[in-house]
């Protein structure tokens, strides 16, 4: 299989997608051991498979998250711990999903125009060395599918 021959019909359920996205991770990881080069391509192909508005990788950095591969405008580059939605996940340990930012208090604000957030920590060795984050100019556009996905996908990484 190449690396793009893969296609998501506008007729297929999210979970649809996001097993066609997930056998194409599992192709495009399978012979990288770089973490760097497989966080790259694992953004691009989420950002682009599903069209969000942003996605990408926040990695830890002593008592910060410091941006990593992502696809979308400008991001934040520094991130603290336990701020905004990435440091709250960072801090917590857990996934988190905001169906509209505007009330998730502290939030941070990078693009005025995104609306919702998920936020999933990434382990590596037993330890939290970033988040996975992906925002949507809509709201409500992430759920417990997102997450589940999400998370069988970048356990490809930590692996």
């Known amino acids: 299989m190449t690396h793009d021959n893969f296609t998501l019909e506008p007729a297929m359920t999210k979970a649809e997608k996001y097993e066609t996205l997930l056998k194409q ?18 953004c691009a192909l989420l950002h682009h498979g599903l069209c969000f508005w942003w996605t990408g990788f926040y990695l830890v950095d002593g008592d910060e998250l410091v941006l990593g591969p992502f696809q979308g ?40 125009e995104s609306n919702s957030e998920i936020v999933l920590p990434i382990t590596k060795d037993g330890e939290i060395i970033g988040v996975f984050d992906v925002d949507s100019k809509e709201f409500n556009t ?16 930590s692996e």
């Open 25 to 42: 991770a599992e192709s495009l990881l399978a012979d990288e051991t770089n973490t760097l080069a497989n966080m790259s391509n694992v």
């Open 73 to 112: 405008p400008v991001a934040c580059t520094r991130i603290g711990y336990g701020k905004g939605v990435c440091g709250h996940a960072w801090k917590e340990q857990l996934s988190v999903v905001v169906p509209n930012v505007h009330e998730f208090e502290g939030h941070i604000a990078c693009s005025s």
């Open 142 to 157: 992430f759920d417990e599918t997102d997450v589940i996905y999400l998370q069988k996908i970048l356990s490809l990484i």
